[in-house]
């Protein structure tokens, strides 16, 4: 099924590792075939990774974005993920990170990124958080 992308002018996003960025007017965009493609306000920079809940978010970002090398960002994000639960106590957000493992151990990076915007919310009221975007993209990093 193909993936249809709506580009406002100048918008970036991540296509397979390349960083592409749009002209200066809406653009469409299909893709074919399966890609690993992500958005400029759903990309992380490292720095932004400033959070438990972020710590676990960038792993689980560079595991998709970087198919085929996952080994050190699959360790990082077993410690992190762990490190989460541990402290944790809602059933409801512990729920979540068995699912977010369940998807990373498939290979489902990108539903995985999905719930991982969950725990960053959930984090960013228990925090305080006035604006908790999810994540902190590339623009402000």
């Known amino acids: ?58 792993p689980v970002m560079m595991m998709y974005l970087d198919q085929g090398r996952e080994g050190p960002f699959y360790d990082d994000f077993v410690m ?11 059933p409801e957000i512990l729920a979540d990170c068995v699912a977010i493992s369940r998807d990373v151990m498939a290979g489902e990076f990108y539903k995985a990124l999905n719930k991982c915007r969950k725990l960053i919310e959930y984090e960013g009221e228990r925090l305080g958080d006035v604006d908790p975007n999810v994540p902190k993209s590339v623009a402000a990093g």
């Open 1 to 58: 099924m193909p993936l249809k992308l709506s580009l406002k002018p100048g918008e970036k996003f991540v296509l397979n590792g390349a960083v592409v960025e749009n002209g200066d007017r809406r653009a469409t965009l299909v893709l074919q075939n399966k890609a690993a493609v992500l958005r400029e306000k759903d990309i992380m920079q490292e720095s932004a990774a400033d959070t438990p809940a972020r710590r676990i978010y960038f």
């Open 80 to 90: 992190r993920m762990t490190d989460f639960m541990g402290a944790v106590r809602n």
